[in-house]
């Protein structure tokens, strides 16, 4: 039982490269969330999507890309890596929009 | 803007004890409500969630909803020294999005 799971776990990476952080489900859930965690400022929500080929942009969108091809993948990919990027993303999943969201194990990127 | 409020505490209680977390919305059409709790270096994982006005009790965890005065609180009864962590209140409104607090640390003593 996989559940929800996130690669890679820690990341180091320079200013100015491509990232992409990848989240894969195993329930056939239809929401996948992308969020980041910094230090005063929580979770906060950067894209999410509702099923394959739907997505939408949460509250801090800029500097990142999402895709969603198959219903068990929801990667995000930084096109240009900033320091502001550093922090831990977590992907979450959930059923349907008004259900539970499980969250992923996280990924560390710290952009230098 | 629509926050979600938390102490961020810490909140230290002694081992047996009652803690309690409180979480103010400002959303008055927020619709559900949610209670995560993450430790250090982990991702959040869910512990209660609750919809209607009232108490929902689950084992040593108890949330309280009062829609009229936009708070909701966890009361975790017989306190561990393994409670201890960040608890993450969330609060969804219309729609998908959950809003989530910034945490409440709470550091139970042996």
């Known amino acids: 039982d996989a559940g929800i799971t996130q690669s890679p776990r820690y990341k180091i990476t320079e200013t100015g490269r491509q990232v992409t952080l990848m989240c894969h489900q195993t329930?056939?859930?239809?929401?996948m969330f992308w969020y980041r965690q910094d230090l005063g400022h929580g979770l906060r929500l950067i894209y999410y999507s509702a099923a394959a080929d739907i997505t939408d942009k949460g509250e801090v969108p800029d500097g990142y890309v999402v895709s969603r091809s198959k219903t068990e993948n929801f990667p995000l990919t930084l096109e240009s890596a900033t320091r502001s990027q550093t922090s831990v993303y977590f992907c979450?999943?959930?059923?349907?929009?008004?259900?539970?969201?499980?969250f992923g194990p996280g990924t560390r990127l710290l952009v230098l | 803007q629509k926050e979600v409020e938390q102490n961020s505490g810490p909140l230290s209680v002694p081992e047996g004890a009652i803690a309690s977390l409180n979480c103010t919305y400002s959303?008055?059409?927020?619709?559900?409500f949610f209670w995560y709790r993450q430790y250090s270096g982990k991702s959040p994982e869910l512990i209660m969630f609750?919809?209607?006005?009232g108490d929902k009790e689950d084992g040593r965890f108890t949330a309280q909803l009062n829609k009229a005065s936009q708070y909701v609180s966890l009361l975790i009864r017989d306190s561990q020294p393994s409670d201890s962590a960040t608890y993450l209140c969330?609060?969804?409104?219309?729609?998908?999005?959950?809003?989530f607090g910034k945490g409440t640390s709470l550091l139970v003593t042996p």
């Open positions: 609750i919809y209607s006005n």
């Open positions: 969330a609060v969804r409104m219309a729609g998908y999005a959950l809003n």
């Open positions: 959303d008055r059409g927020s619709q559900s």
């Open positions: 329930w056939s859930h239809s929401y």
């Open positions: 979450a999943s959930s059923q349907t929009s008004m259900e539970t969201q499980y």
